[in-house]
């Protein structure tokens, strides 16, 4: 079964840092572009970052986490990373991992994990 | 950035009915663009991508079309499980973008 499990999520105040991890498991980790998807409480969905397939040397970002966020893979692990610096409120939110398809349209999803901002 | 913008925002229909669902891009994404379904507490599923392409799983109802500027998401007979939200996607360029969203609600 394609699966993919996030953590990392937790309370941080604002300016602080998490790392969220996605573990992926059923299908060939490296072979697929990955990408992080956010939806605020109440709100849309916002891309967030991607990382391309194979070893990840091509990285993207949303403007509004561009320089502050970065995000890596480790295929020996089958793990995508997001980490997430100088946090801010408007940082709130449910965090998504999910596969790449046709590059960067995304066929699965994890289940999320929420990150909270606030002092 | 390419703005996504969807319509309507809300549309009531009643079981059995034709929904017809915009995403107007505000530059040309050729043909990639991709439709998800939400439900609540759920994530997203794919629904089509590249346009017009349904995703493995997706029942025959749901059908995307259009290029350039202008997609449609029809689904032929609304069922029970499809009153959601449903979101668009670009893949054109850098960063990706979302539509805000279409909820389908049971009128």
């Known amino acids: 079964e394609v699966q993919l499990v996030e953590s990392g999520g937790g309370l941080v105040q604002p300016g602080g840092s998490l790392r969220l991890s996605c573990v992926a498991s059923g299908f060939t980790f490296s072979s697929y572009a990955m990408t992080w998807v956010r939806q605020a409480p109440g709100k849309g969905l916002e891309w967030v970052s991607a990382v391309s397939s194979g070893g990840g040397g091509n990285t993207y970002y949303g403007e509004s986490v561009k320089g502050r966020f970065t995000i890596s893979r480790d295929n020996s692990k089958n793990t995508v990373y997001l980490q997430m610096n100088s946090l801010r409120a408007e940082d709130t939110a449910l965090y998504y991992c999910a596969k790449g398809f046709q590059m960067y349209h995304m066929d699965v999803w994890g289940k999320g994990t929420t990150v909270t901002v606030s002092s | 950035e390419i703005v996504l913008t969807q319509s309507p925002a809300t549309l009531s229909l009643s079981p059995g009915a034709r929904a017809t669902l915009s995403c107007r891009a505000s530059?040309?994404?050729?043909?990639?663009l991709a439709w998800y379904q939400q439900k609540p507490g759920q994530a997203p599923r794919l629904l089509i991508y590249d346009a017009s392409n349904r995703a493995t799983g997706i029942p025959a109802r749901f059908s995307g079309s259009g290029s350039g500027t202008d997609f449609t998401l029809t689904i032929s007979s609304l069922e029970p499980e499809d009153f959601a939200v449903y979101y668009c996607?670009?893949?054109?360029?850098?960063?990706?973008?979302f539509g805000g969203g279409t909820k389908v609600e049971i009128k």
């Open positions: 996607q670009q893949r054109r360029s850098w960063p990706l973008t």
């Open positions: 530059q040309s994404v050729s043909s990639y």
